[in-house]
């Protein structure tokens, strides 16, 4: 009886220390990407995804997402491209896989947040990328909604692959969904280990650029990425490699792009007419890729925000051109569709192909 009487004295005081803590029985707690400790009373039910982290919340839930989410975007919700060269909701894989998202309510007004409207949805949770930790505490504070900053940026690097599956697990503890997030770093860790080792050993490394890489909108010719995720992940050398250290969208030169001499050229297609158009003037008649015909289209990557089944794909389609013994037995398309199936739940390069172009050689001719 002793013993039965200091059980349930524990268990009470281990109760009351949740209770004053805030952290009541069945709660869910988690430290956000940015570091501040979020709380919420139970596994959300009802969420809001903006800035770019609906994608994540569509790879966790996927088509459980149609019921749990509440709102979106409203680049997400447009059908046309703005002015023709941002995107719109139907040029985003996830979108496309599930466009009965389309038809929920935008939660920005004149691109700014519309809190009035978000604190009408009612969501148990707020995810929310490239913020700080004070805008996002004062953005919880306005709500009274939990908000949560995760990570919805580029995955090239080591680094940046670590932050971004801390925040997949950080999601899926908040949805209920850690042994999905724990599946889908495992694909997209061993998809990137077994495109290096494919390529490891490759004695001559092919010379190749990025061309029309968006950011803020589709870019020309000289957008590019110096750190483009799959040249990384395939060993092969990025031409405008030396430009930064980090992998994001910039501007080159046209005399630095003509003096690297690519010997491939890949065209995100998010941009493809400027860059054809741009391809065709004489002064670039010179560079081994043009005299070769070795223009290629890719998927856009970096496509508000970035999708990283895109930029996996682009991967083995980038390596079967280049390095075609190493990727013989490939079939790019297949292996997108595989991709999108795995992280959305369908299948949808056919529709990306049918908008953008999908994995082709591009004629200058």
């Not at 995107?87 to 007004?109: E, Q, T």
């Not at 004062?138 to 009274?144: C, G, I, R, T, V």
Request: overall charge positive; hydrophobic content about 40%.
């Amino acid at each position: 009886m002793k013993d039965r009487g200091c059980l349930l004295t524990c268990l009470a005081v281990v109760t009351l220390v949740f209770l004053v803590s805030g952290m009541a029985l069945g709660s869910v707690s988690v430290i956000d990407v940015v570091g501040r400790h979020v709380v919420l009373t139970a596994t959300a039910e009802k969420v809001l995804a903006i800035s770019c982290s609906l994608r994540e919340v569509v790879y966790l839930l996927q088509s459980e997402s149609v019921k749990r989410v509440v709102g979106l975007e409203a680049r997400e919700k447009m059908s046309r491209r703005q002015e023709g060269k941002y995107p719109c909701g139907m040029d985003l894989p996830y979108m496309m896989a599930y466009p009965s998202l389309s038809k929920l309510p935008a939660v920005r007004k004149g691109g700014a947040l519309n809190l009035e409207e978000i604190v009408k949805l009612s969501p148990d949770v707020v995810f929310t990328s490239f913020i700080t930790a004070e805008d996002a505490s004062k953005l919880q504070e306005k709500l009274k909604i939990p908000v949560v900053v995760v990570y919805s940026g580029p995955i090239g690097t080591v680094r940046q692959r670590k932050i971004y599956f801390k925040s997949l697990y950080l999601m899926g503890k908040v949805l209920g969904r850690v042994r999905r997030a724990e599946a889908i770093v495992k694909y997209l860790s061993s998809n990137i280990r077994k495109l290096k080792n494919m390529t490891k050993d490759v004695s001559k490394k092919a010379k190749v650029y990025i061309a029309g890489r968006a950011y803020y909108g589709s870019h020309g010719l000289l957008g590019t990425d110096p750190h483009w995720p799959p040249f990384e992940w395939i060993n092969a050398e990025n031409v405008a490699g030396r430009v930064a250290k980090v992998g994001k969208g910039i501007g080159v030169g046209k005399e630095a792009l003509i003096g690297w001499n690519p010997e491939y050229i890949f065209v995100s297609e998010a941009s493809v007419s400027s860059v054809v158009s741009q391809l065709k003037n004489p002064i670039y008649a010179g560079m081994s890729a043009v005299k070769q015909d070795r223009v290629y289209g890719v998927l856009p990557y970096c496509w508000f925000a970035y999708n990283k089944g895109s930029a996996l794909a682009d991967a083995y389609y980038v390596g079967k051109v280049i390095y075609p013994d190493r990727f013989a037995g490939v079939d790019p398309a297949k292996k997108a569709d595989e991709t999108y199936r795995f992280l959305l739940g369908k299948g949808v390069y056919e529709q990306m192909r049918r908008i953008f172009g999908g994995f082709v050689r591009i004629s200058l001719k």
